[in-house]
């Protein structure tokens, strides 16, 4: 199976519900202690979107990201991806939309450091039991595209922090998944690295077609996406949409910071 | 709130760490087994026989338990990183939330003695039984259950086991918590192996060093099949030095092998493969030394079990049992006396062993028939020994009634050698030394005296004459009894009698309750004689001394290294929690990661086995031909279902180790979950 051939016919004007969130709740602990994370969030991200998540600290947005990843189950509500309820999975069904239907980039890289760029980037395929040249083929074109060719055969200490991540990006990206969630993909990274990285995760949605959803602290990498949901107290507070071909992503960006001091110095915080 | 602490941690550990424990409660088994050896049924009874060898044997203990406080240190230190290390983070915290150094130091010193407490609570019992199981085992092996099996309790051995195992563990332990206490809260907190990472040497130097560890192993195993014949430290040192250094070699470019396999095999591999080959080859990376130590000290213990078994049926196969006493005084008819006496029921057989000394002034003689027989032999220095030795020496003759006699009370064929025959005999020992005689006389040898030709039997003759050591002949002739008589000085003299208990005496209570209920009797006639339990002493305690102590330590460097390995390996795959979860996270089942756990696992300790397993062949084919033989008699059966116990023990052994990681792995694994990740 040549999996770039199947990606490549994606159209990225598809706007197909990919993912769907109905009202979901996540509560932690009991009684008194009790801590309501997700407060019954509801959205749709369409195929071919790329969408930011983003809020201050401990407004759920993680809980929110790591709940579609199936790394939390809600208390309430259903997620559901290409029209599967993801709470109906079991063991192994859970374990192949791990791999195979959503990628996870995580913040920090989460390379297996004995294994070569190449080896850890084959892994979610090799899992799933595809490889020669149906492994080879999305490889190379992987790392085309993100700029890895040279770091194919190091291993994780030999690369800086933005080649690992790259390395990552491929990894979460090979399996061909329906949508790739990325937690704070640029948290360990300096400026000139994030910037590189965002260039090729944008140019990648805007390509090949793939669903991005991205938790995000930083205003330079949120103003890569297309729509952007404000999550606050568990709750969502606001929604940006940007017109990816007619607005600049300067003006964005500003738009991005407009939102994010309300947030902070919204009636919210007024203790 | 201290103590409660320190209380509360100890017990946590114990339910926690099972190996740990083992380890420990495994130290003090080995100390008080070795300490408490003078108190074992055997060597009561050889004490009794053999006081000033016991005694020089005791003398010995100090120097081995001092050899075992050393090993056992490392099986102790080893156990008690594991243990630590699987704390790391909680000792962090502790740190975080302001405790002192100094209290956090006292805290885990006051954990050692809680846990050695306990270690000794559960250690001692069990090695008490353990060593009333080997005394009663080694009793009824040598054949001895009579001498009567008495409880035994040694408060010195107890004494010195406390001691020596709560040194080994504080010590152990004061070197760990200072090494833990001084780390700084961030290192203790994070506790992942990534960033001890070493990069991996998969190039052209880490395959050379794999091939030269090679060469050297080879260039060992042939010195020391081919040099060691004559034994000399110029061959023995390049012999080890060669073997340690080639072990250490071999499998510090051996990490190097492997990556070159996973290379090739990446791209058309499936599942965990790759994941499972870097994860082995990282652990050779990191753990060649201590592959090479568990190597070496398996090799160690299967060389010492081996030597011991050797020397066990070495020994047991001299044990040539004759007669039951032999009674020096021979002024007065002892046969007729005993035989009609009250104890009469109780001996078998009595009889007149007539040994003489030819009547040189007399008769000539002329072993030159015997001579050529031996020169014919292949060259050795033992033959050579012999050819000097028989030349010109005037021999022992024994008549052949007597030892017919003594054929029939060991249920063997009678002798009927006639007028122009005459049969060898020898009581000296030794394999080589016998063959070379057993080889002349089925060539075909003969003596002359006064002319006369005499032809000897093709059997040599090795049962001894006397119950022990009334007399070692290096070689004597059998001849009819009418030659006897005109050929030795005084044909009337008795050289001594040879008595054999009854049958009825020894089924009713024993052989060695017999030999002392006889004993008595004689020393109540007023008679000398040496008995067969001398001989059986003096046998039981080579055999004690010499393959006690090695397979006693054979043991415990076999119980080292598995330790050694399984706690490496166990603390190994404890840092590698956060890459099963990264593995959960991309898509591989907990089965899947259960199953490479296992597969690396299993590697881990192949890859240690099978270098010691090639070094044991050559060690043990060395062993067996320079440096100690068994004898040409020794049963090969018994030899064999020697070793196979032995090797179905060290089976046993390695899978209880495997079973127990394998265990402690798949539970690790099985409380892997993703939603812990943050």
Redesign the interface.
Known sequence: MNMMNHREQKAPADSGRVLEVKNITKTYGVGDNETKALKGITFDVLKGEFLGIMGPSGSGK?TLL?TI?????PTSGKVLLERQELGRFK??EL??????KIG?LFQDF?L????TA??NI???L???????KA??DPLETLARQLDIEDVLNK????MSGGQKQRVAAA?SLI?NPSILLADEPTGALDTKNSRTLMDQLSKINQTMGITIMMVTHDASAASYCSRILFIQDGQLFHELRRNVESEPREVFYERIITVLTQLGGGSAHVL | MFFKQIFRNGRKNIKNNGLFFGSLVAAVVAFYTLLSMGEQDVMRFLRTMESDAVQKLMMLIPAIYVVSLFFVFFLVYFACAYQLDGRRRELGMYLMLGMKRSRMFGMLMGETVFNSVIALVIGLPVSLILTECVSLATARGIGMGIIGHKFSLSLTAILWTVAGFLAVQLIAMFLLSIRFVRQEPAALLKSDVSETQKLPKTGKVGVAIAVAGMVMLAAAYILSIQQMGIFSYIVLIPVLILGIWGTFWLYKGMGALIGRRIMKKTMSRSGLYTFTGRQIQENVLHQYKVLAVASLLLLLAIACVSYGIGVAFGRGAESGHSADFTITDTDQDVAEELLSGDSAWMIKDCYAMRLGHMDIDSHTYNAEGMYKAISGQPQSDIRDNILENIQGRIDYFIAESSYNRLLASLGKEPLDLGENRAAMYTSMSGSDFQSILAGALKDGASIEIDGKTYELLPELYTDNVVADRQITLYNAYIVADEVYDSLVTDPEEIFAYNLSLSDALVEESGLMQAILEMGQVLDNCGLHYESYLAGIGRNLFYTVAGSYITIYLGVLFLIIANTVISLKYLIWQRKNHGRYMTLLMLGARKSELARSAVRQMYTFFTLVLSVTAVSGVFAVWCLFTNFTRLPANASMVHVLSAAAVAFAAFVVIECIYMGVIRRATGRAIGALDITDRR
């Open positions: 993680t790591n990843a199936t790394m939390i189950r063991d192994r374990a192949d939309y791990r791999g195979k996870y989460e297996l450091d004995n294994m190449k080896e084959l892994l979610p090799s899992l799933h039991g595809i490889t020669g492994a080879a291993f994780p200490s030999q990894r399996g």
